[in-house]
């Protein structure tokens, strides 16, 4: 391995290499929020049936996790600075399994809200720390970072797409059980267990290749070689803060908007009577569509130094979030679930790529932590909204029509964000 190396600048490592490294560390994105945060969803309606839950109530169960990944985002930077992000993801991995398995041992709301907070404390951890590694790929692949980044979050697609075949599964072999529901959430611990294995195995690529440091102690810098050139250029806080005013209120309206859209298509289509496959089929098609989002909007990514993808990529999403709002035609709700796939990761990405366009290497931890508390602060709001909505005489139809109008409103106020270098 001594010549990747060692070798000159111009013996760039074959991108496959990049490839495998970027969906091995996808495999953090598909825990930390594909499985963690949206297998949820697919879980609402039977435990709001069985344990006889408000759709406000249920929504607070995701606000719980929000407020877990706030408190995730603002902890992960000092964890990372003290064991380094490698052991950070994976640590996180094993947490989400042990709170996963956790949320199918209660019955009770408070000790089910503590799950879900533990829950999104760690998923924050790994997402934040996942991104963190993905976006040190660029140091070997500067031409294809935008790919690379979407690799990574795409891998949110795949736990979406695992989680759309084994729950319904598990509920349906659980049915005759008591709370057979838990046996859903136990179902997907052992994937975040299997999840963690491949994790390991991706730290060992990654130390091959010099990118992920030790599993405990801190990481090397993401890019040594140019990092002090540009070190006084660097935004403080409060400067950054400023800077990036724009493209953080739009992505805490995204965070508002998203969720509540991921919280409860699935109680809507099932409150109008939908049928189980055609449900597995629209959240399996969402899935994919995570999946193959990386190369759609790539050159955006590549391209833009400034607010127009997450403006655009946020735009997008407010229609895919308003079609199952205003008609239950099946073409257009399908249209919708693969439309909202398509996006709503890349709008993730899309800040990540701001990022690394616009500050140092040494502050893209920064930069990304920050970018990760709005997004946080935004979910806080969405689901108990939206449930809140969701009870009165409008239903769950007016609750995504709120979800639309908050992205649409992050769109106009991220087309304002302007390149800062």
Known sequence: MSHDDSGSASAAPPLHRGVWLALGLSLGAAVSLGITRFAYGLLLPPMRADLGWSYLLAGAMNTANAVGYLVGALTVPGLMRRFGPVAVLIGGALLAALFMAGSGCFTADAPLLVQRWLAGIVSAWMFVAGGLLAARLSNGWPRHTGWLLGLYYGGVGSGIVVSALAVPALLDWAAARP????????????????????????????AAQGLGGTVTGRAPSVAPSSAP??????????????AFAPALLGYALFGVGYIGYMTFVIALLRDRGTAAADITAFYALLGVAVMASSRLWAGWLDRYRDGRPLARLNALLGLATVLPALTPAWPLVLASGVLFGAVFLSVVASTTALVRHNLPASRWAAGISAFTIVFAVGQIVGPTVVGWIGDGPGGLERGLLFSALALWLGALVAWRQRALR
């Open 179 to 206: 709370h057979g529901w838990a046996w859903a959430w136990w179902g997907l611990a052992l994937v975040c267990l299997l999840a963690a294995a491949g994790l390991v195995s991706t730290w060992r690529a990654l």
């Open 229 to 242: 050139a540009m070190e006084s250029s660097a935004p403080g806080t409060a400067d950054l803060l400023r």
